[in-house]
């Protein structure tokens, strides 16, 4: 597995979750359509920074009572020890009625946090929003008042949420906008492509904020746009 270095993972935090999916596209033109979430997130937590990590993939139902006892040390352990940190978990709700009961609350936020995962991608629901883990992220399906049955499943296994693709130990980008599996190999490369997409994006944002903008000046900032390769 490649390793991501100080100098990558502060400047992926730089950006925006929207910017890594256009650097993405033109780096891996075959993740233009996959890999991040195609159904809208509730966001806990609008105001923290985009958090980066490497994925522990989980499995939950809720509706109905579990046939056997979830084995809660082997669980966190996969959280604390199943890979590379900061880590964020990646859950998939398998109830036909995903966020039936939340697995997410006060309670948890704060025994992920402190196991070094920093936010969780759910398609399933959360509670206790006001006393949750202060600077842990959560992207989720709904808000729901309730646990019901919640249960983890199992771990370690590939999951769909909400339209994103994820395996175990997958980089993934979030922020208030939603999540994104960035390839390792791709990492340096979707820097530099933000770079230059920010360069292109700011001579026409610029040129739209000045006095007396019109189609002229519109067509003299894709021109400059242009030139930046």
């Given at each position: ?112 946090y402190g196991l070094g995962c ?14 949750s883990q202060e600077k842990f ?55 530099e492509e933000a770079a230059r ?33």
């Amino acid at each position: 597995m490649m390793e991501l270095d100080n100098d990558l993972r502060d400047a992926l935090l730089k950006l925006d979750t929207p910017t890594v999916c256009n650097a993405l596209e033109v780096v891996n033109p075959a993740r233009r359509a996959r890999g991040f979430n195609i159904r809208p997130f509730v966001c806990a937590r609008p105001s923290l920074p985009p958090i980066l990590g490497f994925a522990r993939t989980v499995r939950i139902r809720a509706a109905h009572k579990p046939r056997r006892p979830v084995d809660h040390d082997a669980y966190y352990s996969y959280i604390a020890e199943g890979g590379p940190v900061p880590s964020i978990a990646v859950i998939e709700d398998i109830d036909d009625t995903p966020g039936y009961g939340a697995h997410w609350g006060e309670v948890n936020t704060n025994i992920h946090y402190g196991l070094g995962c920093l936010g969780v991608v759910t398609n399933g629901s959360i509670r206790d929003i006001p006393d949750s883990q202060e600077k842990f992220q959560m992207l989720a399906g709904m808000v729901n008042p309730s646990h019901a049955w919640v249960n983890v499943v199992d771990w370690g296994v590939d999951v769909n949420v909400h339209g994103m693709e994820a395996s175990h130990n997958d980089l993934v980008h979030a922020d208030l906008h939603g999540s994104v599996v960035i390839p390792l190999e791709d990492a340096a490369g979707v820097i530099e492509e933000a770079a230059r997409i920010m360069a292109r994006e700011r001579i026409v944002i610029d040129a739209a904020k000045r006095p007396g903008f019109n189609m002229e000046r519109l067509r003299e900032a894709w021109k400059g746009m242009s030139e930046i390769h």
